[in-house]
């Protein structure tokens, strides 16, 4: 059959691609996906080396010893009011975490957050002090030394605001340690990486477009004489979430409401007199606190979590605790475990002024006891306030404890 000689070519270059220029084309493509392929593959063994050397790190993490807990608070937690109030006795010091629980947590964040689906954090998080000094100090990786910590810190972000602080010891653009032994689920690898050492602080926005090597505007307190805003000057251990002193917290405050919205706590009823060993309640009412949100201090929830805002009020609870007095006229002694203490969580709380009832199961000796009531965060402390000359979300009250 015989081609119509109306046909013509789809276009005049389409004998081109034809030929010896074929192969080489194809021959050319072949190499270009060779090479993307030979990238990739040494990308994934660089990210395997990452993954791995992050999870043998999980295997020097250790549970600290733990601590005491007041002589008089019944153990654990509990319920009260038909499951309304959930109450954590000493702050959930009791709900001492297992090594083994704090090894799988870590091998689960690293494998959440280390690798292809969390960019690319160099160590494990950490649940003692030497577990975090030993795995940064093997990785040595986007601090001080790393590329991360030149590249975000002193080029792009200044001294200050994106440079040696957040830009430097953060990572640059990479994370280079996880959270610490976090109570429920560890932050994103954001945390220490793009964000806080790379594109924002330690990057682009503060010191990389605005002026290279010099920070465009002050830092907090500038002209103040701040000794510090971070733990990269300090010499003490990183706090790694355990009740432990002699730590520097890096945990950033978070979020503070404004002063309409701060929280405020009163011990609205109490006793003047009660007998020893013998239980009585205490009334305290809360404003501007939603009380939903509890970290175990045992279980390394310990100044971990930034302060959160929902609809402009803080997210946390409120604590109260009985201690007996050895005397009215000096300052307590703060060292020795109090006879009682609970954190209550009840879901509850909110704008609106509310009240509770805790009840106390008794105090151990004749005497003078304090008992007290204030709000936490996620993280325990004290709410932050707009203003200095505002009064904190705290109540205490006196009374005698007789035979």
């Known amino acids: 059959m015989r081609r119509s000689h109306y046909r013509r070519r789809a276009s005049t270059k389409s004998g081109w691609f034809s030929g010896r ?59 009260e009011e038909n499951g309304a109030i959930t109450q954590h006795a000493d702050d959930g010091a009791g709900d001492v975490v297992t090594t083994a629980e704090l090894r799988a947590r870590c091998r689960r964040w690293v494998m959440n957050n280390v690798g292809n689906n969390g960019g690319a954090a160099t ?14 100090n093997d990785t040595n990786a986007g601090g001080q030394n790393g590329n991360g910590g030149n590249n975000g810190g002193n080029n792009n972000g200044g001294n200050n605001n994106g440079g040696n602080n957040n830009g430097g010891n953060n990572g640059g653009g990479q994370a280079t340690t996880a959270p610490p032994a976090e109570a429920t689920t560890a932050p994103p690898a954001d945390n220490g990486g793009n964000n806080n050492g790379g594109n924002n602080n330690g990057g682009n926005n503060n010191g990389g477009n605005n002026g290279g090597g010099q920070a465009t505007t002050p830092p907090p307190g500038a002209g103040l004489g701040v000794l510090t805003n971070s733990c990269d000057t300090s010499t003490l251990a990183p706090h790694d979430g355990f009740q432990k002193g002699d730590r520097c917290v890096s945990t950033e405050f978070g979020e503070v409401s404004s ?19 013998t239980p009585f309640t205490l009334k305290v009412s809360t404003r501007n606190l939603i009380r939903d949100r509890f970290l175990a201090a045992g279980a390394g929830g310990y100044y971990v979590e930034s302060s959160v805002l929902q609809d402009g009020i803080v997210r946390g609870h409120f604590h109260t605790a009985c201690r007996m007095l050895e005397s009215t006229r000096v300052a307590p002694d703060p060292s020795p475990v109090p006879a009682f203490f609970v954190a209550t969580e009840d879901k509850k ?55």
Request: proline fraction near 5%.
């Open 21 to 79: 220029r074929r192969i080489i084309a194809v021959a050319g493509t072949l190499a270009v996906f060779g090479g993307i392929l030979t990238v990739t593959q040494v990308s994934n063994a660089s990210t395997d080396r990452t993954q791995k050397k992050a999870l043998s790190a999980c295997n020097n993490v250790s549970a600290p010893a733990s601590t005491k807990l007041s002589t008089k608070t019944r153990k654990g937690s509990w319920t």
């Open 259 to 277: 002063a309409a919205n701060n929280s405020s706590l009163l011990i609205t009823q109490a006793p003047n007199v009660v007998k020893v060993n």
């Open 123 to 136: 160590s494990a998080p950490a649940a003692t002090a030497t577990a975090t000094a030993t795995a940064t």
């Open 349 to 403: 709380g909110g704008k609106a002024p509310d009240e509770v009832t805790i009840q106390v199961a008794g105090l151990p000796t004749q005497g003078t006891a304090q008992c007290a009531s204030w709000a936490g965060d996620g993280s325990h402390r004290i709410p932050m306030m707009e203003r200095a000359n505002e009064t904190p979300a705290f109540d205490a009250v006196k009374l005698r404890v007789v035979n």
